[in-house]
């Protein structure tokens, strides 16, 4: 049984993707900040929990330590929004977005390169923003840039293991909750901006990622999960 491990899997796509892997008859280990959180997870799935909080590189360490006999897959979710202009940046909370995205990922990988087995895979995450700038979307849109180039370097550089980012579109799987009664029209805006005519599922990201655990002849690459969205003239 192949063994994956899916960093912020407690929670939103972190949790569909576990889920879905325990599924498929992966074995699943759900790693998150919140300990107590991803046990209750891992109690569902019968699986393990581990804490990695990717802004204390002490807990990736201690967690590589914990996993080293060996894992197939893993997979990183995390972020720390600052969705603000840049008059409005707050240098702590700018600091937390880069080493969520960036940082932190660099750190999974500096531990766990010795406990990834050979045929095994990185899944990063980027997003729309990464190519379609906006007001309030610096922050977010420089640290998904940079995980599309943190996928190719990786790549290279943990070869044989591959390194793949998936950029999602605009996906309804909670992230946008938070916007109240604004979350339908942003959602209903998304779909006129797409060729497919809808918004994304958290399904759509969670079947691209299970697809990139098995193309064993693809790496470096950023798979773009957002219904053509690039493509759709203004």
Same mark, same amino acid.
């Given at each position: $049984?192949k063994r994956i491990l899916?960093?912020?899997?407690?929670? =939103?796509?972190?949790?569909?993707?576990?889920?879905?892997?325990?599924?498929?008859?992966?074995?699943?280990?759900?790693?998150?900040?919140?300990?107590?959180?991803?046990?209750?997870?891992?109690?569902?799935?019968?699986?393990?929990?581990?804490?990695?909080?990717?802004?204390?590189?002490?807990?990736?360490? +201690?967690? +590589?330590?914990?996993?080293?006999?060996?894992?197939? !897959?893993?997979? $990183?979710?995390?972020?720390?929004?600052?969705?603000?202009?840049?008059?409005?940046?707050?240098?702590?909370?700018?600091?937390?977005?880069?080493?969520?995205?960036?940082?932190?990922?660099?750190?999974?990988?500096?531990?766990?390169?010795?406990?990834?087995?050979?045929?095994?895979?990185?899944?990063?995450?980027? &997003?729309?923003v990464g190519w379609r700038?906006?007001?309030?979307?610096?922050?977010?849109?420089?640290?998904?840039?940079?995980?599309?180039?943190?996928?190719? !370097?990786? =790549?290279?550089?943990?070869?044989?293991?591959?390194?793949?980012?998936?950029?999602?579109?605009?996906?309804?799987?909670?992230?946008?909750?938070?916007?109240?009664?604004?979350?339908?029209?942003?959602?209903?805006?998304?779909?006129? &901006?797409?060729?497919?005519?809808?918004?994304?599922?958290?399904?759509?990201?969670?079947?691209? $990622? $299970?697809?990139?655990?098995?193309?064993?002849?693809?790496? &470096?690459?950023?798979?773009?999960?957002?219904?053509?969205?690039?493509?759709?003239?203004?």
């Amino acid at each position: $049984m192949k063994r994956i491990l899916v960093i912020g899997g407690a929670r =939103a796509l972190g949790a569909a993707v576990a889920r879905r892997a325990a599924k498929d008859g992966y074995d699943v280990v759900v790693g998150a900040r919140d300990l107590a959180a991803a046990d209750i997870l891992a109690g569902e799935l019968g699986s393990t929990a581990v804490r990695i909080d990717l802004q204390d590189e002490s807990t990736i360490a +201690a967690a +590589a330590e914990q996993l080293k006999d060996g894992i197939d !897959h893993l997979v $990183m979710t995390g972020s720390a929004p600052h969705d603000v202009r840049a008059t409005d940046l707050d240098h702590d909370k700018l600091v937390a977005a880069f080493t969520a995205k960036v940082v932190g990922p660099l750190l999974v990988a500096k531990h766990f390169a010795p406990v990834l087995r050979p045929t095994g895979s990185v899944v990063m995450f980027s &997003g729309v923003v990464g190519w379609r700038p906006g007001p309030g979307s610096l922050v977010k849109g420089i640290t998904n840039g940079a995980v599309e180039y943190a996928a190719r !370097h990786l =790549a290279a550089d943990l070869a044989p293991v591959r390194v793949n980012a998936i950029s999602p579109g605009v996906i309804d799987s909670g992230a946008w909750d938070r916007l109240g009664d604004k979350k339908s029209g942003l959602l209903d805006k998304s779909a006129a &901006g797409t060729l497919v005519g809808r918004h994304g599922e958290t399904d759509d990201i969670v079947d691209a $990622m $299970m697809w990139l655990l098995r193309a064993g002849f693809v790496s &470096g690459e950023t798979i773009h999960v957002e219904g053509g969205a690039r493509h759709k003239s203004a």
